[in-house]
Structure formats: C-alpha cells, structure tokens
C-alpha cells in the first residue's frame, strides 16, 4: 500500500495539526516498542461505567487479558495474533483459531468470506478496545426511559409509534429483550436518535466513482449539514422550535463544475407514524430554482450514486417507513470501530492518495486500505422490509449493541438475490463543545451487480461551533447552490 495510516488506537488528536506530514512519521507497525498485539488503553484509564455497559462491559471487552467469553468455556485454543491480515490465502488456515474467545471463522459473515475468498476483501485484525459514547447521551436515556411509550403499529409496519421521548437512545438496549417481538424495531428507533451530536457536520465529503476493473472514474464533492431539532445535547436546549421537526439537512454538490449546485434541503417531521412524508426540495441549476420533491424521495439514489438516501448510516428512515422490522439475533462480526483519523487528506487532492483509508490502487479498488484495522464487535442482526415502491426487497443492517452503531449493511434486490454491500468505518470525533461521539467516517456502498462502487469520505464533525438552526434552511441550498 501506497502509505501508513494514522489511526486512533495509536495517535493522538493532535496529530490532525499537519496530518499529511505527521504520515511519514506515523509507522508504528514496525515500531519495536510495541508489542505484537498492542492495543490502546481506554482514553482516561478508567473503567467502563457498569450503569451505562452492563458488567462486564459489552461495548469492547478485551483488556490483555481472558475475555468473559474465555471465562463461560468459549474458543482456548491455538490463537491468531492481533496483526494478522486476513485474506482469501490464510483464510482456511485461520478460520478455527482463537480470537478474543471466539473463531475467527464464527466472526465473519457469509458475504464477507465471499468477498474475501472471491474479490481479494483483506481484513487487518486488532484487538477490541472499549468505546464509550458520551456520558451526556447515555445519562439522557437513563433519565428518560420512563416516559418513553412504545405504542401501537402504524402506517401498515409492524413498528410502534414512540412518544415521551427527549433525549438520547429512545430504549435502553441493555433492556431490550430477545424475545420482545418489537426489539428490532426498538432498535431502530434508536438508531434515529442523534447519535453524532446536536449538530452534523460532513466536511470536505467526496464520493469516488470505482470501477471493479478500471478504478477511480470520477470525484464528486458535496457540502453536507444535518441539524436535529429534537434530542439536542449541546448545553443548549433539548429541543428547537414548536415540536413538529425532527431534523433538517442539506445536501449540496460543489464539485465538478458540470454538477455544482445540485442539492437537496429536507425537513423530517417529528411523526412517529411516518404518515407525513419528509418535505425534499431540489435546486435545479437549469431553472435556478428549488422544486418540491415527492414524498418517496427517500427512497431515490443521492445524486448518481449506489447509494440511496435511506442508506445514509446504512439505516436512515423510521422504522414505521418500513412494513417490517425484526431482530434476527446476536453475534460478533469484525468490524472497523478505529478508523484513522484523516480520512481525506487534501495535501493529495484528486488523487488516490487523498482518500488513504480506501485501497483504490489494488483491484477490486474500492475496499478498505489494506492498513485499516478491524476488530471484534458485538452487534444486533436487523433485518427490514421496506414498502413495495423501494428498490430493495429487504435489508439487513449489523449494529453495535450498546449504542446504535451500524458497522455492516447488506441489500436485496426484488429477487431476494444479494445486491448491495455497506462497509462503514466508524471512531470517536470529538465536538468542538467536547462532546464525544462515535460516527461514520468512511461508506464503502458496494453494487455486485454493476461491479461499481460509489465510495465517500468525509473528515466528519459533531457539533461545530455557532451553526444555528437558520444556518440549515432552503435558504442555505439555494445560496450554496447559487
């Protein structure tokens, strides 16, 4: 590979000050002062909080040594050192070693060992390390889970409508039980709570058009905001303005020049019965002028990307949008939970090399750069069925099981055939009011059918200072667009 990565587990924050210099310097995998295996200490060096995690704590569980798992009678055997890079050559070789207490076997998905053993997928192992979300998020879904009602299917789902929520998760998933009928939908109706702060802020984002065969065809450049006016923990209130909107985003292209101006302003209304559609509004460049869209453009690909905008986080719609939500169960995947922390480095624009944590010069060209590491995570398997008028016939998300989290995703098409794979690197950004939150980083948004990938990168923000609701408005399209 063409470069080392600077990765979480092994740099400080500091390091972004002059990233693309700070790479030359950052090789710690021939560093002899690390051990084989080095894993990162918890940032403070303080136990997980038991009142948030549980005991022992779910979110990364691995401290050097015997993992819980080890200790219930789970994998002793030979084990697979952290470092060892997964691939279609060793896989048969390593499939039944230890890791962490599990086979490594057990820890990948059946798509993933096809793209492994058939489209060159390399996985480089790490240890899991705990990740906690901000105390702040966690402490709101402590506080207001008694006022939180799940009430009565609506709009033809089998998902509940919520009330009483305010801040946080809307259910606490330690509390979530197998065998409630609604844990999938519970689930997801997390995953709709702010997760990455009051406020996000998608900087310097591209998507790169790859081809299985050819590579990297094109780069589009988007400006991108989302501002939740409900669930906001950012020192100021809880919730904006009268109670009906959930959020608001905008979306606008600024490069190439032949699609600059192109973007969409949505309002997503605070309706648990997803009866009122989103308000989606389009600049058209030819007109100059902002159009109303129909209510199912969530269902529409993002500009001419693989990805739909129900696949922003893998997972964006209510539950009540689809007719069907079940939790399929518990596992361990590997997962990429420590993505680096420059995953645009502009110092290399237009080239490959601006986009270092996506292996665009190795075919299939649009899989995680070889240096990303993944580790052992614990997720929920959530599978939807989405309305008959939606490309997909089901979708199946993978996602961390303290927090909603999702690290895998995979589509079907009409014919019940695999179509669409979603690999999304997650870690830790730390808002400019110090709010710490976990959020994706990097989407590799995978069509098999077409061979083509529409892969983004973003250098993502939380909360950044003085955005206020105004600053994400029709208004901010029409100018950006302009």
Known sequence: MYMKLITTS??????????????????????????????AKTADGTAPNALFYGEPPAAGRWDGGPSPIEALGGCTGEAMEAGVVIQASNLDAVKGLCFEGKTVGSMITDNVEWMIREKALMINTRHSEFIEMDPQYMQATIDGAADVVYGAPANGSNCGVVSGWKAGMFFDPQKVSMDDPAAGCK???????PTYGATMDLRHISWVFLDAHSGMERIQRWWARRYYMEGRLDGGPVSEGDGTILQKTVLVAIYPQDIKGIGIFSVRYNDPTSQKPDDVYAYLKSVR??????????????????????????????????????LNG?????????APLVTVDLAFKNTIKEFPAVDMDTPPHFFP??????????????????????????????????????????????????????????????????????????GHIIDWKAEFSTTWSSNMKANPDSVQEEDVTLKTLIQLAR
């Open 10 to 39: 092994v740099v400080s924050l500091g390091l972004l000050v002059g990233a693309s210099q700070a790479f030359a310097k950052a090789d710690w995998a021939d560093d002899a002062s690390k051990p084989k295996g080095y894993v």
């Open 187 to 193: 689930l997801i109706w997390n995953l709709r709570s």
């Open 289 to 326: 002028r902002a159009r109303r869209l129909s209510g199912n453009a969530w269902m529409d690909p993002i500009g001419g990307t693989v990805q739909l905008y129900d696949d922003w986080d893998i997972w964006d719609a209510v539950p009540t949008k689809y007719k069907e939500v079940k």
């Open 330 to 338: 518990k596992r361990w995947i590997w997962a990429i939970a420590h």
């Open 369 to 442: 750069n070889e240096q990303v590491q993944w580790e052992p995570r614990e997720v929920y398997v959530i599978e939807g069925t989405p309305p008959d008028e939606h490309p997909y016939s089901k979708k199946i998300v993978y996602m961390e099981i303290d927090y909603p989290r999702p690290y895998l995703g995979e589509a079907y098409d009409k014919n019940g055939k695999f179509w669409k794979t979603f690999i999304f690197q997650n870690r830790i950004d730390y808002g400019d009011d110090g709010y710490q939150a976990l959020m994706p980083v990097v």
